[in-house]
């Protein structure tokens, strides 16, 4: 089993910067690609970031250009640097790794204040 257990979140004012991080433990030799979701007050989960094992990335439209995700495979961790934050960016924030099956973290609340 892999558990994956995120970190970062917190309460910023719009315009700043926060940085997630998600460590992976266990079986991480089966993880294949990792994700950001998120999920706000009243609204389903939405993906943010995608990243594979080879490092390719995708993102979601609402996020292209202030978001970065990355990936240090030697510390079995995932990031997401997140940049110009607005209010509502503010949701938990999930972190996902595919291992043959979905494995979801427990979340970290971010809360952008206008």
Same mark, same amino acid.
């Given at each position: 089993?892999? /558990?994956?257990?995120?970190?970062?979140? @917190?309460? =910023?004012?719009?315009?700043?910067?926060?940085?997630?991080?998600?460590?992976?433990?266990?079986?991480?030799?089966?993880?294949?690609?990792?994700? +950001?979701? *998120? /999920?706000?007050?009243?609204?389903?989960?939405?993906?943010?970031? @995608?990243? &594979? &094992?080879?490092?390719?990335?995708? #993102?979601? %439209?609402?996020?292209?250009?202030?978001?970065?995700?990355? *990936? %240090? !495979?030697?510390? !079995?961790?995932? #990031?997401?640097?997140?940049?110009?934050?607005?209010?509502? %960016?503010?949701? =938990?924030?999930?972190? #996902?790794?595919?291992?043959?099956? %979905?494995? +979801?973290?427990? @979340?970290? /609340? =971010?809360?952008?204040?206008?």
């Amino acid at each position: 089993q892999v /558990q994956l257990v995120e970190s970062g979140g @917190g309460l =910023v004012q719009a315009g700043g910067s926060l940085r997630l991080s998600c460590e992976a433990s266990g079986s991480t030799f089966r993880i294949n690609v990792m994700r +950001w979701h *998120r /999920q706000a007050p009243g609204k389903p989960r939405e993906l943010v970031a @995608g990243i &594979s &094992s080879g490092g390719s990335t995708n #993102y979601a %439209d609402f996020v292209k250009g202030r978001f970065t995700i990355s *990936r %240090d !495979n030697a510390k !079995n961790t995932v #990031y997401l640097q997140m940049n110009s934050l607005k209010p509502e %960016d503010t949701a =938990v924030y999930y972190c #996902y790794a595919f291992t043959g099956s %979905d494995r +979801w973290g427990q @979340g970290t /609340q =971010v809360t952008v204040s206008s």
